[in-house]
Nanobody
Framework: QVQLVESGGGLVQAGGSLRLSCAAS????????MGWFRQAPGKEREFVAA????????DYADSVKGRFTISRDNGKNTVYLQMNSLKPEDTAVYYC????????????????????WGQGTQVTVSS
């Protein structure tokens, strides 16, 4: 199983940028697809972005497409989420997650596909 620790959250003004990092421990990180999800107060967790094990396939929620970029460095066991042009509605706790399966050539939006989750990092965007 992969252990995940997110970092990089904080308070930023609307229009600003943040880069989230998710450090993974465990031998299988480079074999797993990875995803970012978020949960705002009083709302359900929602999919943000995902990347395949090789980094060759990415997917984004419509709400962040064109503003957020997911990437990974398998040599550093880390996945990133670059967030630009942030909006107050991006305020949430952001979680990274690792796909249960290995070497899958698709990426998933469903949370149930992911077997390992980090503790989350708070992102707050002020207007």
């Amino acid at each position: 199983q992969v252990q995940l620790v997110e970092s990089g959250g904080g308070l930023v003004q609307a229009g600003g940028s943040l880069r989230l990092s998710c450090a993974a421990s465990g031998r299988t990180f480079s074999r797993n697809g990875m995803g970012w999800f978020r949960q705002a107060p009083g709302k359900e967790r929602e999919f943000v972005a995902a990347i395949s094990w090789s980094g060759g396939i990415t997917d984004y929620a419509d709400s962040v497409k064109g503003r957020f970029t997911i990437s990974r460095d398998n040599g550093k066991n880390t996945v990133y989420l670059q967030m630009n042009s942030l909006k107050p509605e991006d305020t949430a706790v952001y979680y990274c997650a690792a796909d249960r399966s290995e070497f899958v050539s698709v990426v998933a939006r469903r949370g149930a596909v992911y077997g390992s989750w980090g503790q989350g990092t708070q992102v707050t965007v002020s207007s």
